[in-house]
């Protein structure tokens, strides 16, 4: 296969950019760097579509391997054709393949081979053949009559050869390939409730079907869940009829005295063999589907969340809430560094609510606290409703905001938690990761499992190889493009930055630990085991806000220092005083040399001279301060308070396959339906909304007793509200 030739069609790229993409993952560079220091190269594709050229690559790689295996296997059994062969080549999938390989592959005992073992395959092959002036196939199986082989009579052998002829059918790679198309366009998924009397969440299940083409992915994944559940018997169905046509249009003769005995052979076929099989494979096809879907929701929300804007600059109050253990409580510094912790307990008698209050009061201003993060799990509601009264009662600036404390519980538990916090109580870690999420999310949630976070669906039933594989990749997408400062990061968070092992994060913050703070990148190069390939890949990435040289604080490659001093020298700069000098006006003297002859003069392209110039422009920057900010509130309300028409302001903390949640500050997050995300139609929601929007919306109606609020963004008569 020419992989070049089919990536560049399937992503419709040029071939030049697809043999250099492969060439550069080949030669062990990681995507991140491909797409910020190999732009010229490739043509300045994103990390996205470079990722999923290197999946789709890994795929068709294995498919060449079970290709080439097949042909070897078949060809040593003395059974290569050139018609095979020719299929062989043909196949471009690895289901296809093994079709092909299907009627070789050595096979368990069945009703076929113990046939064959009694000498039955002649007769199979003469009653298939379906001659015109063939015996009747009683006829033929008289000659077949063997007791020593347990073929006791004329019938028996018949028996046995319609079996043979009936794999035979099934082993057919063209037939198999027809029913599934048409079963795949055609049939229809059907649940039934296995426990009728039983009320469940899937009970809308309980009597469904649907055609298959057109289910939405989180049915797919419901229906599955709830036949693991064994609340739902789950079956495809097709038109007998339909799919028994493509077995008899191919196999059966009509002019011919053995075609009645090979129609009731494809009718056995069918039923007892193809069509069971076709019905496994076309549910497995459902649900990796859906899983593929699922994993790119899930992708699109975690790469949201975690560049939401930090709270930067900010002492910070995180609050775990809790009844019987009580609140716990941390106070962090704007470096994220402890600095007090205890336990309140706001939900308890007024006494203990009255000691909680001085507490928290007498710690913000201690410390000069400014925001306040609660956790928004068991007992948020009243935290939250404590937490504005003491506002109020100080009002003194402070705000607060509730964040998702999804993972903190395993987080705290983790080995790396006991490593950070070895002289906390595991409630208390907790505390401290909910203050550090709204100080900087990214720094704070790569140490979570990603399928601990909770901005998906159906997460915990992906396949964990590919769901570890996606999900790595946006972590380490994001981690990347907002760079790491070196002498801050933890393990966790460096072993994320392109071309860092874990071995290598810890050998760096050992380095940093005996060494002091790092005053250059190049004195990255003294970290055990950290070589020249590992310093190409990861020094980008890497800030070194201490330097004396301003680009050790950007992100700029040290590949490319020559070409950035060079830069500012050609525009009249003095690069000795780099880190005083501003260099404001420096896009308007590169436009006047033009874009260019200035890249020719350096000796880069284009976009990397774009690249120097943007960070020239503003060192040190965070392409997470451009984004909107959190919504802090001071205030809090009540479900009870939603009256159908209210107009509110939120913030989006899920997208899925059917909308989108909401948080509008009353606890229980709102649903906006894909049908009321706007006025115009979208196949998903993420074609309007993602996790950390800052959304109008407006309440349709709210079910206190089910906890059920449904929103509106629509804006025309179609978004009616509920009286």
Not at 337 to 359: C, F, M, N, W
Not at 377 to 382: C, M, N, P
Not at 643 to 666: H, Y
Request: proline share 5%.
């Amino acid at each position: 296969m020419d992989f070049v030739k089919e990536l560049s069609t399937q992503f419709s790229l040029q071939e030049w950019q697809v043999q250099k993409v492969i060439e550069l993952i080949d030669e062990g560079n990681t995507i991140p760097f491909i797409a910020r220091y190999r732009k010229e190269a490739h043509g300045s594709l994103d990390d996205q579509t470079l990722r999923e050229i290197a999946e789709r690559l890994e795929y068709l790689r294995s498919l060449e391997k079970r290709r080439t295996e097949v042909a070897e296997l078949i060809t040593a059994a003395g059974s290569m054709t050139e018609e095979l062969s020719a299929a062989l080549n043909a196949a471009a999938t690895l289901s296809e393949i093994d079709d092909i390989y299907r009627p070789f592959r050595p096979k368990r005992k069945t009703r076929a081979s113990v046939a064959k073992e009694k000498g039955l395959d002649p007769l199979a092959q003469a009653i298939f053949a379906q001659e015109p002036d063939s015996p009747y196939p009683i006829d033929l199986a008289e000659q077949y009559v063997n007791p020593e082989l347990g073929v006791e009579t004329p019938e028996d052998a018949l028996a046995g050869a319609l079996d043979i002829i009936a794999e035979m059918i099934s082993d057919d790679a063209g037939i198999r390939k027809r029913l599934r198309v048409v079963a795949m366009a055609q049939g229809e998924l059907v649940s039934k409730a296995a426990k009728p009397d039983e009320d469940s969440v899937y009970a809308q299940y309980y009597d469904f079907r649907q055609p298959a083409a057109k289910l939405p992915g989180h049915r797919i994944l419901a229906i599955d869940r709830g036949e693991r559940e064994e609340f739902l018997k789950v079956s495809l169905e097709l038109d007998r009829t339909k799919g028994l046509n493509i077995l008899l249009s191919t196999c059966v003769k009509g002019d011919s005295p053995c075609a009645e005995a090979v129609r009731q052979a494809a009718e056995d076929a069918y039923d007892r063999l193809i069509f069971p099989s076709i019905e496994r494979e076309i549910r497995n096809t459902l649900t990796e589907q859906a899983d593929e879907a699922a994993i790119k929701v899930f992708s699109v929300n975690l790469r949201q969340l975690l560049m939401q804007p930090p709270v930067k600059g900010r002492v910070t109050m995180g609050l775990d809430p809790g009844y019987r253990t009580g609140c716990k409580v941390a106070v962090v510094d704007q470096t994220g560094r402890v600095l007090d912790t205890g336990v309140i307990y706001p939900t308890h008698s007024q006494a203990k609510v009255a000691e909680a209050k001085e507490t928290v009061k007498r710690l913000i201003q201690k410390y000069g606290v400014e925001v306040i993060a609660i956790g928004n799990g068991t007992a948020s509601k009243e935290t939250e409703i404590f937490t504005a009264d003491v506002i109020h009662e100080l009002n003194t600036g402070v705000s607060y905001m509730v964040v998702s404390e999804a993972g903190a519980s395993v987080y705290s538990a983790s080995k790396l938690a006991a490593q950070e916090f070895p002289d906390y109580d595991v409630t208390l870690r907790s505390a401290v990761s909910i203050a550090r999420r709204l100080q900087d999310p990214l720094a704070e949630l790569v140490k979570i499992d990603p399928k601990a976070i909770g901005v998906g669906q159906y997460q915990h039933d992906m396949p964990k190889k590919r769901m570890d594989e996606a999900l790595g990749g946006v972590v380490e997408d994001c981690v990347n493009t907002v760079g790491v400062d070196l002498n801050t990061a933890s393990p966790s968070l460096l072993e994320k930055v392109a071309g860092i092992t874990p071995t290598i994060s810890k050998n760096i913050v050992a380095y940093r630990e005996e060494n002091g703070a790092f005053s250059s990148r190049a004195e990255l190069k003294k970290v055990p085991k950290l070589g020249p390939k590992t310093f190409e890949q990861c020094a980008g990435f890497l800030r070194v806000s201490e330097s004396k040289n301003i680009l050790d604080n950007t992100a700029v490659h040290p590949e490319s220092y020559d070409a950035a001093k060079a830069l500012l020298q050609l525009c009249g700069y003095d690069i000795k005083n780099m880190k005083r000098e501003g260099f404001s006006d420096l896009r308007d003297k590169v436009n006047a040399i033009g874009e260019e002859q200035a890249a020719a003069q350096l000796g880069v392209g284009v976009p990397t001279l774009h690249d120097i110039v943007n960070e020239l422009l503003r060192p040190g920057r965070d392409p997470r301060d451009e984004l909107p900010k959190p919504m802090l509130r001071t205030d809090v309300m009540s479900m009870e308070d939603l009256k159908p028409g209210m107009e509110l302001t939120g913030t989006v903390r899920n997208v899925i396959d059917f909308g989108a949640f909401v948080d509008i500050g009353v606890h229980q997050d709102g649903l906006v339906h894909i049908s009321q995300i706007c006025d115009r139609y979208i196949k998903h929601p993420s074609e309007v909304l993602k996790v950390g929007d800052i959304v109008t919306v407006r309440v349709l109606s709210v079910d206190v007793k089910k906890q059920r609020i449904s929103l509106t963004m629509r804006t025309d008569k179609a978004a009616q509200i509920v009286q």
